[in-house]
């Protein structure tokens, strides 16, 4: 089965880190650009940040740079998400999605995991 | 940074109803603007690319339009599962950027 499962996601202190997986099957792992997704209780979505196939490309919101690290490990078909510096503002479920491969549905996202709820509170 | 604005907030439709979402830019993106449904605690599904394509395995009653700053998605023929929020999303300009929302709800 094609899918997504993001874990790690918990209850954590203000400036406190943690560190988000997402492990992926059902095909190449390696081909594709991943990215993070986020979306506050009741709220919309926002891009976090993605990473190159290769992870030789990474991209992010100027509001994130700094705190938020992403990377992959293609041998364990695997991406994560390393947040540091939490803030209230970042509590969230944290979706792992798949970018297209073709040049038409390059950067929109054709596969989600069911996400990880982050919850930054003292 | 692109803002994408949706209106409405909310559409209270009943099934067998046409639903006319839109979304606009707050510049051109020309056709790189994607539509996707969430249900409640489920993760969202993408619908539509570059404005008009539906993607791999979704119904024809679903239909997008527009270019430039002015989109719409068309729900023809609303069923119960088709009950939802809705998002746009642009691919043209970094940071990609999302809409508001539209919830589309039982009247």
């Known amino acids: 089965e094609v899918q997504l499962v993001e874990s790690g996601g918990g209850l954590v202190k203000p400036g406190g880190s943690l560190r988000l997986s997402c492990v992926a099957s059902?095909?190449?792992?390696?081909?594709?650009?991943l990215t993070w997704v986020r979306q506050a209780p009741g709220k919309g979505l926002e891009w976090v940040s993605s990473i190159s196939s290769t992870s030789y490309f990474k991209y992010s919101p100027d509001s994130l740079k700094g705190r938020f690290t992403i990377s992959r490990d293609n041998a364990e078909n695997s991406l994560y998400l390393q947040m540091d510096s939490l803030r209230a503002e970042d509590t969230a479920v944290y979706y792992c999605a798949r970018v297209g491969m073709t040049t038409v549905t390059d950067w929109y996202f054709d596969l989600w995991g069911r996400g990880t709820l982050v919850t930054v509170s003292s | 940074e692109i803002v994408l604005t949706q209106s409405p907030a909310t559409l209270s439709l009943s099934p067998g109803e046409t639903a006319t979402l839109s979304c606009r830019a707050s510049q051109s993106v020309s056709s790189s603007l994607g539509w996707y449904q969430q249900k409640p605690g489920q993760a969202p599904r993408l619908l539509i690319y570059d404005a008009s394509n539906r993607a791999t395995g979704i119904p024809a009653r679903f239909s997008g339009s527009g270019y430039g700053t002015d989109f719409t998605l068309t729900i023809s023929s609303l069923v119960p599962e088709d009950f939802a929020v809705y998002y746009c999303?642009?691919?043209?300009?970094?940071?990609?950027?999302f809409g508001g929302g539209t919830k589309v709800e039982i009247k």
């Open positions: 999303q642009q691919r043209s300009n970094w940071p990609l950027t």
């Open positions: 059902g095909f190449t792992f390696s081909d594709y650009t």
